[in-house]
């Protein structure tokens, strides 16, 4: 369904992505996951249209997207990280608006409008002008706006950052929903938990390359370790985490706790205790962490995710 290939993007004298190359099946729901800054929202905006390419190739249901961008248009739907809405229009009027600017018919159209805000639970708040929304019933009515023309794809730019958790619930019933029935979304996030929910495949991004994709099991056999040893000090400091953290390879600190990769936790264990001790640091908490796409990540790169 898209095929992207060799994909380039500089701000400047700023390279944004370098060269990245990935496909994405009919039907597959499809996850960028990355720290902000990392290139994922560059990416989307250049498959949505939105951005032009400095070099490379992306192809949409067999259509070049330099040469034929209205029809791939036609067979996206769009949910910006921005919310586009204006604010002095009702949700109805956002949604007529926005599906106006698709052509779809006026009478399908106002039974579109209506499924979808029944979908996103607003029905009863159709009529309300959206400065009266909360943020997360904003964030709703955005990706409603961009169902309304039965797209084949989804592209979704980090669409629960910042909301209540009653929207990130109903809208991801909703992500499930579309991709049960067969479409294809592209989901750009760094909330670790979303992507291993959602996805069937996950391409991992950090500085503009594409470090990694593959199924989960695919990216835990790329992994080198297997758990995290997380462990709490009583006395922890910059200087004793620097100390601890030049004994052990694999080390990050988080919210004042760190974390020690391992591949053996029986093994490994014992030794970082000493470790810990011998650089003066009083142990408070040890909690055994296993693999996930965070773990994953700071193994490929050795780096953690961050906000």
């Given at each position: 369904?898209?095929?992207?290939?060799?994909?380039?993007?500089?701000?400047?004298?700023?390279?944004?992505l370098?060269?990245?190359?990935?496909?994405?099946?009919?039907?597959?729901?499809?996850?960028?996951?990355?720290?902000?800054?990392?290139?994922?929202t560059?990416?989307?905006?250049?498959?949505?249209?939105?951005?032009?390419?400095?070099?490379?190739?992306v192809?949409?249901?067999?259509?070049?997207?330099?040469?034929?961008?209205?029809?791939?248009?036609?067979?996206?739907?769009?949910?910006?990280?921005?919310?586009?809405?204006?604010?002095?229009?009702?949700?109805?009027?956002?949604?007529?608006?926005?599906?106006?600017?698709?052509?779809?018919?006026?009478?399908?159209?106002?039974?579109?409008?209506?499924?979808?805000?029944?979908?996103?639970?607003?029905?009863?708040?159709?009529?309300?002008?959206?400065?009266?929304?909360?943020?997360?019933?904003?964030?709703?009515?955005?990706?409603?706006?961009?169902?309304?023309?039965?797209?084949?794809?989804?592209?979704?730019?980090?669409?629960?950052?910042?909301?209540?958790?009653?929207?990130?619930?109903?809208?991801?019933?909703?992500?499930?929903?579309?991709?049960?029935?067969?479409m294809?979304?592209?989901?750009?996030?760094?909330?670790?938990?979303?992507?291993?929910?959602?996805?069937?495949?996950?391409?991992?991004?950090?500085?503009?390359?594409?470090?990694?994709?593959?199924?989960?099991?695919?990216?835990?056999?790329?992994?080198?370790?297997?758990?995290?040893?997380?462990?709490?000090?009583?006395?922890?400091?910059?200087?004793?985490?620097?100390?601890?953290?030049?004994?052990?390879a694999?080390?990050?600190?988080?919210?004042?706790?760190?974390?020690?990769?391992?591949?053996?936790?029986?093994?490994?264990?014992?030794?970082?205790?000493?470790?810990?001790?011998?650089?003066?640091?009083?142990?408070?908490?040890?909690?055994?962490?296993?693999?996930?796409?965070?773990?994953?990540f700071?193994?490929?790169?050795?780096?953690?995710?961050?906000?």
């Amino acid at each position: 369904m898209i095929s992207v290939s060799n994909l380039t993007k500089s701000y400047g004298a700023a390279p944004a992505l370098r060269g990245i190359s990935f496909d994405i099946k009919q039907g597959e729901f499809f996850g960028l996951l990355g720290p902000n800054g990392a290139g994922k929202t560059t990416t989307i905006s250049i498959m949505s249209t939105l951005l032009e390419p400095d070099s490379g190739e992306v192809k949409i249901a067999g259509f070049e997207l330099r040469t034929n961008p209205m029809d791939c248009k036609k067979i996206i739907g769009v949910v910006p990280q921005e919310i586009a809405l204006y604010n002095e229009l009702s949700a109805y009027d956002n949604l007529m608006f926005w599906g106006g600017l698709y052509s779809v018919n006026t009478t399908d159209l106002k039974i579109r409008i209506d499924e979808t805000l029944k979908l996103f639970g607003l029905y009863d708040r159709r009529k309300d002008k959206v400065k009266t929304y909360s943020g997360g019933m904003k964030r709703r009515i955005n990706i409603a706006s961009a169902l309304l023309h039965e797209p084949k794809v989804l592209f979704m730019d980090e669409p629960t950052v910042g909301i209540d958790p009653q929207s990130r619930n109903l809208i991801f019933e909703v992500v499930e929903k579309l991709h049960h029935a067969g479409m294809t979304i592209v989901y750009t996030t760094h909330y670790m938990e979303e992507a291993e929910r959602f996805c069937d495949r996950i391409g991992i991004i950090d500085s503009g390359q594409i470090i990694a994709q593959g199924t989960l099991d695919e990216l835990k056999s790329l992994s080198k370790i297997s758990e995290t040893i997380v462990i709490s000090f009583s006395n922890l400091s910059e200087d004793l985490y620097q100390k601890i953290s030049s004994e052990w390879a694999g080390t990050t600190r988080q919210e004042g706790d760190v974390h020690f990769a391992t591949s053996d936790v029986k093994k490994d264990l014992a030794v970082i205790v000493l470790k810990c001790s011998q650089v003066g640091l009083s142990i408070s908490r040890i909690d055994i962490k296993k693999l996930n796409l965070e773990t994953i990540f700071l193994s490929l790169t050795g780096k953690q995710l961050r906000d």
